[in-house]
Structures are given as structure tokens and as C-alpha cells.
């Protein structure tokens, strides 16, 4: 299954890698985007966007890259956004 795990507990919750998707929402979403909508502009499809959001799928480095540049922010804010709610 690789570094992700699905029955990942309360430790793993606090992981950057396992708030991505989350984050990924909560941006589209303050943007009043579809997936379907965030997934155009990043080149994406739409069901793997699902899956990213509700941690199903952990993207490449690259998607990541793609989706940053969608939502109009630096990767580098991107995974720190994601490393701030892993702390929480």
C-alpha cells in the first residue's frame, strides 16, 4: 500500500501528507468551485479529484504543482497549509 494507509490512526492523522486532501477542499470550496470545475483547470480527472480529496489517492509531486498553480497559490503554501493543520 505504500507510504499511505488507509486504517491510518490518530498518530498518522497528524501527518502533513494525510491533510492534503482536506486542504484541497477546503480551497476549492472558499473558492465556490466543483471538483469537476478545480479538475478542468488543472488538468485533472474529476474522479481522481475525488479521490484526492477524501484521501483515497496521494498525488505525484507534479499533480500537486498542478494543482497549486489551479487554485492560485505556491506549492510551497500549499504544503504548508497542509503541515499548519496537521498540528492543529
Known sequence: MGDFDK???PASARRPSTRFGPVIRELRESRG???EQLAGQASLNRSYMGEIER???MPS???AEKLAHAL???LSELISRCERHAAA
Open 72 to 74: 492560485d497559490v505556491a
Open 55 to 57: 484521501s483515497v489517492a
Open 33 to 35: 468551485w466543483s471538483q
Open 61 to 63: 509531486l507534479a499533480t
Open 7 to 9: 486504517r491510518a490512526g
